[in-house]
Each structure stands twice: as structure tokens, then as C-alpha cells.
């Protein structure tokens, strides 16, 4: 029986290697908590269908290997996440360092994606290594939503996912609503209606004044150089 559902949602989860990225996943997708995971190699994905204001949501988390040297791999599967979550652990202050490297190298491939940061293993406060107001004033100057989790006690691991559900049917309800007036002044372009997707790709073509704009920026690029 194919599950019904109205939207597909893309997440992708990233940071350093060791803070609990996979077990999270496992813990939200499975219920479980599974002990002595390896490291991931490259990419896993789960699938877990949530429920926001009686609409079911099929939720892809893509977990990806914190090691650099799947640095590659793991970014071509970065492209198309619909959001993101930066997790980092309680006892582990260089994950907490690396956050801003990873905010950047999602910004690199989605563009501005909502993202929410996950203090993971809040259950070893006694042996933190983070100081709790750095990373609050971390969260707030970023404008990422802090959320502290514990994977062996199951705390709020669902609630990072809910809440990104819910911007996401937010931001797909928004979108629905002004993309008729957004379009109408403008041609379109429909292509590849026969997809297996079966998704319509919309081109807006640039007006004059944007064209104008980047040549004149370009212009103005090449000046520079060679200056």
C-alpha cells in the first residue's frame, strides 16, 4: 500500500563527528536507542512520516559523516534539503567551534534553508565542556532556534523535527499563497512535465532593469581586476 502523504520534506543533518548525529536520527525514526554506533560512511538516510494540523509530512533526514574526508560526498547530498540541523555535543567544545563551519557549507549548497541547532547529550552536564550562555548568544546573534537534546533519556529529539515540519508547511502554505501574483507578470517557462517526479520547473526569465544590473556589476567586477 503506497503511504499517503501531502508533503515530501528534505532534511539534512550535519556536524562533527561523535555528537550523537545518527543515533538522533535512529532515536526520532525507530525509537530506539542504539548503542556503540560506528561512524557513518558518507551518507544514511531515514524516513519518518510526522503529523502538523491533521497534514502528514513525510520527513527524509540525510545523515551525513562529520569526518572532512567525505567532505565531497556528503556535500552533493546537501543540495535539495528543504532544512537543516547543527548538532553539536555537550562535551565536545571543538563540535561547538565547528557549528559555523557547517552553517557555511549548507548556506553553500541550499542557500539561506531554515536550520536549528541541537545541543546533543544533555544528559552529561556534569562533564559539559561548552559554556551554556556562549552558546545561547551563539544561537540568538545566528538566529538559529536552540534546541538541547538527550538521546539516551529521549528529550525534545522530536520536537527538533516537528519544529522544522511546521516552518515548512508554513513557508509551502506562504509560498502557495503569493506564488500566483508572484507569476502573473511574468512569462513562464514549464519544463519537464513528464518527470518521474512529476514536478512542473518554473523559470522566470530576468527583466531588463536585472539584466542591466548584472552587467553593470560585472562590468564593474572586471574594472577591478584589472585595476
Not at 50 to 79: P, S
Not at 81 to 100: L, M, R, Y
Request: proline share 2%; aromatic share 8%.
Amino acid at each position: 500500500v503506497m503511504e499517503d502523504y501531502k508533503y515530501l520534506f528534505k532534511v539534512v543533518l550535519v556536524g562533527n563527528a561523535g555528537v550523537g548525529k545518527t543515533c538522533l536520527v535512529r532515536r526520532f525514526t525507530q525509537g530506539m536507542f542504539p548503542p556503540g554506533q560506528g561512524a557513518t560512511i558518507g551518507v544514511d538516510f531515514m524516513i519518518k512520516t510526522v503529523e502538523i494540523d491533521g497534514e502528514k509530512i513525510k520527513l527524509q533526514i540525510w545523515d551525513t559523516a562529520g569526518q572532512e574526508e567525505f567532505d565531497a560526498i556528503t556535500k552533493a547530498y546537501y543540495r535539495g534539503a528543504q532544512a537543516c540541523v547543527i548538532a553539536f555535543s555537550t562535551t565536545d567544545h571543538a563540535s561547538f567551534e565547528a557549528v559555523k563551519k557547517w552553517k557555511r557549507k549548507v548556506e553553500d549548497e541550499c542557500g539561506h534553508v531554515p536550520m536549528v541547532l541541537v545541543q546533543n547529550k544533555i544528559d552529561l552536564l556534569h562533564e559539559s565542556q561548552v559554556d551554556s550562555h556562549e552558546v545561547e548568544k551563539f544561537a540568538r546573534n545566528t538566529g538559529l532556534e536552540l534546541f538541547r537534546t538527550s538521546v539516551k533519556e529521549n528529550l525534545n529529539i522530536g520536537r527538533v523535527f516537528q519544529h522544522l515540519a511546521e516552518r515548512h508547511i508554513e513557508s509551502v502554505s506562504r509560498w502557495s499563497d503569493e506564488s500566483p501574483d508572484e507569476f502573473s507578470q511574468q512569462p513562464i517557462l514549464q519544463i519537464g512535465g513528464h518527470n518521474h517526479h512529476n514536478r512542473d520547473v518554473r523559470v522566470r526569465f530576468a527583466n531588463e532593469h536585472e539584466l542591466n544590473d548584472v552587467n553593470q556589476h560585472h562590468n564593474h567586477h572586471n574594472h577591478n581586476k584589472g585595476g
